[in-house]
């Protein structure tokens, strides 16, 4: 089975600018999950999309945001960007058999964004 | 709120050498989950463990253990007779199974291992 696929893998953008980030997750898997890794930050829960809805959200400003479709592929979006807009933005999917909080989360391979 | 705490920024051993990773977690939730992934220089997070917060019982595969104490909140990983291959960024993570709250993992700041031949 496919993995989790992330587009582009690399994107290079000046400030001011927006930009979108696209993710497939595992076929099967209705939740989808982004992240964003700074080395200062660490790793930032972004928000969560099931069946098309914004389910979490954490704590971005609103230039930050995202959907998700109806085959559960799924886009975030940033708007005029800023400079610690850059970092390594990461979305992953789970099956969510059970309940929410319990399924292993499993991680693409990330877009790189750099912002100057 | 959660929080995932890995003191051990970096750490370095030779090849062979067992080594274990700190993790040490807050939460208020009694239905909790923890994990380990593996972050290689490629970027993507790859899952190795989940546990939940009803099974403390310490889990081995292959070279890899992990022991989860609740009464200390931890959840350590060890890697025994370490490899060059198991150098990478090695993050815990919680998730609380609070069904209002969807799927959000709250990580830990990470842990550098090098492993030198």
């Known amino acids: 089975k496919a993995g989790v696929t992330q587009t582009p893998r690399y994107l290079i953008k000046t400030r001011g600018q927006q930009v979108t980030l696209s993710c497939s997750p595992i076929s099967g898997h209705r939740s989808v999950s982004w992240y964003q890794q700074t080395p200062g930050q660490g790793l930032q829960f972004l928000f969560e999309y099931f069946s098309e809805t914004q389910r979490n959200k954490g704590n971005f400003p609103g230039r930050f945001s995202g959907r998700q479709f109806s085959n559960s592929r799924s886009e975030m979006n940033v708007s005029t960007l800023e400079l610690g807009d850059s970092a390594l933005y990461l979305c992953a999917s789970s099956l969510e058999l059970a309940g929410p909080g319990e399924d292993t989360q499993y991680f693409g391979p990330g877009t790189r964004l750099t912002v100057l | ?117």
Do not use: H
């Not at chain 2, 807050?26 to 190795?48: A, H, I």
């Not at chain 2, 310490?58 to 909140?73: A, P, V």
């Not at chain 2, 919680?94 to 990580?107: D, K, P, Y």
């Open chain 2, 1 to 117: 709120a959660q929080k995932v705490t890995q003191a051990q920024t970096e750490i370095s051993v030779v090849e062979k050498e067992d080594v274990t990773l700190d993790c040490v977690y807050e939460t208020r939730d009694t239905t909790y989950y923890l994990f380990w992934y593996k972050q290689p220089p490629s970027g993507e997070l790859v899952f190795l463990i989940r546990r939940n917060s009803f099974d403390e019982q310490n889990e081995i595969s292959g070279r890899y253990s992990w022991n989860f104490q609740k009464s200390t909140s931890s959840f350590n990983f060890t890697i025994t007779a370490s490899q060059v291959v198991d150098s990478a960024v090695y993050f815990c993570a919680l998730s609380e199974a609070n069904n209002n709250a969807g799927n959000m993992l709250t990580f830990g700041g990470g842990t550098r291992l090098m492993v030198k031949p």
